[in-house]
């Protein structure tokens, strides 16, 4: 595959919201069958689409670009020969940023490749025509996350980081239960401490489902205004973002809240309030 149809398969996997890893050959120490400048793409299933070297080359590609990909940091891996790749974790000073692994082909040479990981920005969906929701829709924007708007008979993405409900009223339950049970991580509902305890109370909620939705949405830092209620809201995604892993593992795992101090309480207090009375 020459590269820019590569190029122009990697934009179709962005457009289309497809993570995969984007491997070039940097530097060859020969003999290799690869050389600088050669690329291919990792995608998830394990599909490698371009030319990064022979067999064995391929294969440690392959599993080193989906663990990458798992943990969505890019790294510089240097396949090498075994004798050298052995001294290399002996010697336990590898630097931050470098995988060395053994070449177990014959060949002997050495390929250092830059392992890319592309991932798309984070998705939110946002209902409702609220300043807050516009403010959500602006700051997230800014941020580079891909923010939309939803409807209550809108499909929700699978890949989903967030659901934000600001609509002070109109259609919540109906795209509060979209959200959870298509398993979005975080769904926050923009409403007084009081409404949105109802709205809660309304829903049949399994545990599960009932830790994923945050009302009032926003971290607790006494907001006032839409442009401040979005900033909380924003902040609170990112703190429930997952460290490690999937997102649809994190957001099934139990989550036990912190019990509050008495500051924290007082700052939710009022950010329940600023929510209330935001137009």
């Known amino acids: 595959m020459a590269r820019t149809d590569l190029l122009a398969r990697a934009n179709d996997l962005r457009a289309h919201r497809t993570p995969f890893v984007f491997a070039t050959v940097v530097r ?5 069958s690869a050389k600088a400048g050669d690329c291919a793409l990792v995608l998830p299933d394990g599909t490698i689409e371009g030319f990064v070297g022979g067999a064995c080359a391929e294969s440690t ?13 890019s790294t510089l891996l240097r396949i090498s020969p075994e004798s ?9 000073d590898e630097p931050d940023g470098l995988v060395t692994v053994g070449n177990p082909c014959l060949s002997g040479g050495t390929l250092e ?11 939110v969906h946002v209902f409702g025509d609220s300043p807050v929701a516009r403010a959500v829709t602006v700051m997230g924007q800014a941020m580079g996350w891909d923010v939309r708007p939803t409807t209550p008979q809108a499909p929700i993405l699978s890949d989903a980081a967030a659901v934000v409900v600001a609509s002070h009223g109109a259609d919540e ?9 298509a398993g979005v991580p975080y ?18 909620l399994t545990p599960v489902q009932r830790a994923r939705l945050h ?3 926003g971290l607790d830092i006494a907001a006032r205004g839409p442009n401040e209620i979005a900033i909380s809201i924003l902040a ?14 994190q957001a099934a795992a139990p989550q036990t809240a912190a019990p509050q101090t008495a500051a924290a309480q007082t700052a939710a207090a009022q950010t329940a309030a600023a929510q209330a009375a935001a137009p």
């Open 28 to 32: 060859v120490e020969r003999p290799t």
């Open 173 to 181: 339950e109906c795209v509060l239960t979209g959200a959870l049970r």
């Open 236 to 249: 609170e995604i990112i703190a429930s973002r997952p460290a490690g892993g999937t997102a649809a593992a």
């Open 187 to 204: 769904v926050g509902l923009v409403a007084s401490r009081r409404r949105g305890s109802a709205v809660v109370s309304s829903l049949d």
């Open 84 to 92: 050298s790749a052995r001294e290399a974790e002996l010697s336990g």
């Open 61 to 73: 590609v392959r599993l080193h670009g989906l663990r990458q990909l798992a943990a969505g940091r």
């Open 215 to 217: 009302t009032p949405a």
């Open 113 to 123: 490749i830059f392992l890319e990981v592309m991932s798309p920005p984070m998705l």
